[in-house]
């Protein structure tokens, strides 16, 4: 926030001593200049943004997907102690979840 700051109180001091000069090109090219910067950290600060929940969306994703994948084995492992009606049920079931997804 100083640096900020202090671009601020400059692209100021720039105006008042144009003025007093009668040379105004100094003063917009500092204001200019300083606005640039802040517009440019406030673009990057939203892109940090923007990455960060990128990356949790992502994690979250690949959360779901493993505890899905792990319901699924455990499923699987079930289906194979049922008799042949169950079995085919199970199936269904499960084909049923995978296109909810």
Same mark, same amino acid.
């Given at each position: 926030?100083?640096?900020?700051?202090?671009?601020?109180?400059?692209?100021?001091?720039?105006?008042?001593?144009?003025?007093?000069?009668?040379?105004?090109?100094?003063?917009?090219?500092?204001?200019?200049?300083?606005? $640039?910067? %802040?517009?440019?950290?406030? *673009?990057?600060? @939203? !892109? /940090? +943004? &923007?990455?960060?929940?990128? =990356? #949790?969306?992502?994690?979250?994703?690949?959360q779901q997907q493993?505890?899905?994948?792990?319901?699924?084995?455990?499923?699987?492992? $079930?289906? %194979?102690?049922?008799?042949? *009606?169950?079995? @085919? !049920? /199970? +199936? &269904?079931q499960q084909q049923? =979840? #995978?296109?909810?997804?």
């Amino acid at each position: 926030m100083c640096g900020l700051r202090s671009s601020v109180l400059r692209g100021d001091w720039g105006v008042r001593t144009a003025q007093l000069d009668g040379s105004h090109s100094r003063s917009t090219t500092t204001q200019q200049f300083n606005l $640039q910067q %802040r517009t440019r950290n406030q *673009q990057q600060q @939203q !892109q /940090q +943004q &923007q990455q960060q929940q990128q =990356q #949790q969306q992502q994690q979250q994703q690949q959360q779901q997907q493993e505890e899905q994948y792990q319901d699924q084995e455990e499923q699987q492992q $079930q289906y %194979r102690f049922l008799p042949p *009606q169950q079995q @085919q !049920q /199970q +199936q &269904q079931q499960q084909q049923q =979840q #995978q296109q909810q997804l």
